[in-house]
């Protein structure tokens, strides 16, 4: 069993920063593949960024050039740096681990993107 908890949400101006960061427990993060995903309000849960347990990375062409995901197995965490930050990036983040069949999920941190 892996609980996951992200941290590092909040407001922020449309051009701005911010970098998320998950902390596992419970398990080693090492082999998981480790995603951070987002749903804004009404709309389906989408992939942002993934990393594999190789340092695979993949990312969809609306974050590509702007989010960049890293991984510490030594810290068990897992960190989203977000720059040049929008308004449709506005969204709950929710980080994921994923094996096999297993997927665990945590409870999400709020980004709001705004003036």
């Known amino acids: 069993q892996v609980q996951l908890v992200e941290s590092g949400g909040g407001l922020v101006q449309p051009g701005g920063s911010l970098r998320l960061s998950c902390a596992a427990s419970?398990?080693?993060?090492?082999?998981?593949?480790m995603g951070w995903y987002r749903q804004a309000p009404g709309k389906a849960r989408e992939l942002v960024a993934s990393?594999?347990?190789?340092?695979?990375?993949n990312y969809p062409d609306s974050v590509k050039g702007r989010f960049t995901i890293s991984r510490d197995n030594a810290k068990n965490t897992v960190a989203l740096q977000m720059n040049s930050l929008k308004p449709e990036d506005t969204a709950v983040y929710y980080c994921?681990?994923?094996?096999?069949?297993?997927?665990?999920w945590g409870k999400g941190t709020l980004v709001t993107v705004s003036s």
């Open positions: 419970g398990s080693s993060l090492s082999i998981y593949i």
């Open positions: 994921n681990a994923a094996r096999y069949s297993v997927s665990y």
């Open positions: 990393i594999t347990t190789g340092g695979g990375i």
